[in-house]
């Protein structure tokens, strides 16, 4: 629901908005586009959040995103909010202390790569990842306190990193950081975490495989063409969550026909627990064309997804959905997926 209306805004108002996106754009401080129940989470830290020149998950995937739902006139219907660092104490509801150390001290100790190979150390590295992290909170409480119905923070969504390891371009994981939030602190007993990226969400997913809590429905690549290699069909849950987990591989080259037979699934499965509150990893490259995964939908597929879940959250969890980018490595991919997004988040 779009509670800002351009139709009846008046010259300073409209003034005040161009000044105020344009600012959002630079990457400056918190700053009201507009009233509203969706809040946009982009600011400067957050922009910097990427791995370097020739990395395909380069910085700049917020700007092509922000500057392609300015185009589109998204961005003066939401209120675009500035994050903040996450604390030690909140890194550690979902990660080790030995790992929050090990990144604290990476740049210092000389370290170059934090993984096996795919996620380097880069300037700034614990700061930046620990304010995605922090971003994802402040929306988080935002939904919780009911100040807004729903959230779109694009650097976020780090699937793959794990309580004790960063994996994947992931550093520290904001999605299972703020699911052990809503347990923790907020006492759920039924949230949602739905994953449309074209990798399985393998830091979510072994992380919570055993909590019954947490009704997990991811979509991904056939596990045994892309990494992280996992999310086969069979991977449903263990002990007291044994069937709350529902794993989709769909073939490469899989497009919106097999992607949408493939939701009506995702849909069932979810309705069976009425979750409290949705958490949605859109990962962008599961579009045609993405350079690193094979998948070949369109952003009618993150569209039909989004709205789809938008209808849910109504209907069992007060609105509350909190939509993160994820992956994504062709800019303008990213931007129309996430832009698909954010307009069925409005509508
Ligand atoms: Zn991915």
């Not at 072994?206 to 045994?224: G, K, L, M, W």
Request: one cysteine or more; aromatic letters at 8%; hydrophobic letters at 45%.
């Amino acid at each position: 629901m779009a509670a800002f209306d351009a139709g009846r805004c008046s010259a300073a108002r409209r003034r005040f908005l161009r000044l105020a996106v344009t600012a959002a754009l630079a990457g400056g401080a918190p700053i009201l586009a507009a009233a509203g129940q969706v809040e946009l989470y982009a600011d400067d830290t957050l922009g910097r959040y990427g791995f370097g020149d020739g990395h395909p998950l380069g910085t700049g995937r917020q700007g092509a995103f922000l500057r392609a739902a300015r185009a589109a006139g998204l961005l003066g219907q939401v209120q675009v909010r500035a994050g903040r660092a996450a604390t030690r104490a909140e890194l550690a509801r979902f990660h080790t202390a030995e790992f929050i150390d090990e990144i604290a001290t990476a740049e210092t100790g000389g370290r170059t790569l934090l993984d096996a190979g795919d996620t380097p150390v880069f300037p700034d590295v614990f700061r930046v990842s620990a304010h995605v992290v922090g971003s994802a909170l402040a929306a988080l409480e935002r939904v919780m306190t009911g100040a807004c119905r729903r959230t779109f923070q694009p650097v976020g969504g780090l699937h793959h990193a794990g309580r004790g390891q960063a994996a994947g371009f992931c550093v520290f994981n904001d999605l299972g950081v703020v699911i052990e939030t809503l347990r923790g602190t907020y006492g759920l007993e039924r949230i949602a975490y739905v994953d449309i990226d074209a990798h399985h969400g393998d830091g979510v997913f072994y992380a919570f495989e055993a909590s019954p809590q947490v009704v997990i429905a991811d979509i991904h690549q056939d596990s045994r063409t892309l990494y992280p290699g996992t999310g086969r069909a069979d991977e449903t849950g263990t002990g007291a969550a044994a069937g709350t987990k529902l794993n989709i591989e769909l073939p490469p080259r899989a497009g919106d026909p097999e992607f949408l037979r493939a939701w009506q699934d995702v849909e069932r499965h979810l309705r069976g627990f009425e979750p409290e509150l949705f958490v949605f990893q859109c990962g962008a490259d599961s579009l045609a064309g993405d350079p690193i995964a094979q998948l070949r939908y369109s952003p009618a597929a993150h569209a039909h997804a989004a709205k789809r879940l938008c209808a849910l959250a109504d209907e069992y969890a007060g609105g509350r959905l909190m939509a993160f980018g994820g992956g994504g490595y062709d800019r303008d991919n990213l931007a129309r997926a996430w832009s698909a997004v954010l307009r069925e988040l409005l509508a």
